[in-house]
């Protein structure tokens, strides 16, 4: 058994029986002294490890594993995330077949311990051919309510949820950028843990249940981007968010200023959000602390620092079927008044929410673009000879992805249903035929979009995903 443990571990390609399985992980848990137990489609190893005392490890000390080979387990895995150091959890999500899915969360004792974690094992070559992705994985612990009446106030929804469910710490409602007095048709329900959250989701996702007499729609708000004490430091670029439609960059620079002159650099206003950049860092912080909370055009402003993006995560994708691109230069907490009809996997170039709070795209976007001089030569070349770093879209990469694997093209077929308030809503199915070598060939992601580009560009994304193609962070 140890030399065909041995040659799968290398990629020959043996596959091991139950009972050969079985002695593997027993073989592991008589020398680790952890214990593993498997339930609700997860097999858990550790948690705690033998000899722990005390609470928990704290927020940010699990990472997310990706694209595990499906006939690779805990007996295999456990010693390569041991290098990072001492594990207090391992989670591998399990098909009824016996085959893992594909992923698994290990949760290390210290956040140092994930951090390195996520520095030597992303793109680890665990088989020849075959490399994972590891990042950062967070306990979501926030949900998206929408569709509720727009007169309802912040005590009345926290109320509400209490009510119907457990576990509710707060509640966030944002007014609508046109009307003050109105919430924006949605809010945020922060739980007291993640558990509290999936239980509440759980009860509430099934789309009859109401609140004021509305059916109410659920699902999981985006986790927050953690960025590192060492970022925030440098930043001098403020948030600004519940401004008037009516007011103008102008007024914003001249209210920012009055604290210290020629202190605001620019400001950048879009709808009733802005960006104030400073010229220094420490003005920035002073204004922030002077502003936060004052009038301006009779409006309560709120003031926060700009969170700037991670530029080395390009995509940022969710068990829930959210897959966003990161293109916007910062994320930030901000919200666009449409919010409510709580669109997934958005193209680069729309605004994504983040925590459940939209991120706007950046005023312009650049493109690398040089002048085309007359006389220029060109020579004709194929698409797929580029790299994949040259796409920017979804449904090209997965085109280029099936041609590197000697695949057919992509075949989309649209379906349509239409929403409660009479919108049609889209869906493609992607069909690749030539994937059918024992893994899945057709793809339908769970979320519906309102045009055709966004669903086609969704669908590519939830295929990629399927297919092990981009590293990703998964909400779970």
Known sequence: MNEEHADLANGSGKVRTGTQNEAALLALMEKTGYNMVQENGQRKF?????????????????????????????????????????????????????????????????????????????????????????????????????????????????????????????????????????????????????????????????????????????????????????????????????????????????????????????????????????????????????????????????????????????WRQHLNGQISPSSENLLIFANKDDAHQKSLAKPANLPIRLNGQHSPSPPEIERCTYPFFPGTKLTPISVYSLKSSHFSSAAMQLDYYCNKNNWAPPEYYLYSTTSQDGKILLVYKIVIPSAANGSQSYFMPDKLCTTVEDAKELAAQFALLHLDHCDFNLDH
């Open 46 to 314: 550790g948690g705690p490890p033998p000899g722990w005392e005390g609470p928990p490890p704290p927020r940010g000390c699990e990472v997310f594993v990706g694209k595990i080979p499906r006939d690779m387990y805990e007996d295999e895995l456990v010693p390569v995330f041991e290098r990072a150091g001492k594990i207090y959890e391992f989670r591998l999500m399990m098909e009824f077949s016996g085959e893992n899915r594909g992923y698994a969360f290990v949760m290390y004792t210290t956040k140092e311990e994930a951090q390195l974690a996520i520095r030597i094992l992303n793109n680890y070559e665990i088989r020849p051919g075959k490399f994972i992705g590891v990042c950062v994985s967070l306990d979501n612990c926030r949900l998206f309510i929408g569709a509720i009446p727009k007169e309802k106030k912040k005590e009345e929804i926290l109320d509400e949820m209490k009510k119907v469910t457990e576990g509710v710490v707060d509640v966030i409602v944002y007014p609508s950028a046109t009307d003050k007095t109105k919430n924006r048709g949605f809010a945020f329900v922060e739980y007291e843990s993640h558990r509290a959250a999936a239980m509440a989701r759980r009860k509430l996702i099934p789309g009859t249940f109401q609140l004021w007499g509305h059916t109410i729609q659920v699902d999981w708000a985006d986790p927050e981007k953690e960025v590192d004490e060492e970022t925030m430091q440098r930043v001098k670029v403020l948030y600004v968010r519940n401004l008037m439609i009516s007011t103008t960059e102008e007024t914003i620079k001249a209210e920012f200023n009055k604290f210290k002159p020629g202190a605001v650099e620019r400001v950048k206003k879009l709808r009733d959000y802005a960006f104030v950049h400073f010229f220094n860092r420490d003005d920035a912080v002073a204004a922030m602390s002077v502003m936060n909370g004052k009038c301006i055009d009779g409006a309560s402003i709120e003031v926060t620092l700009a969170k700037p993006v991670n530029k080395e995560s390009t």
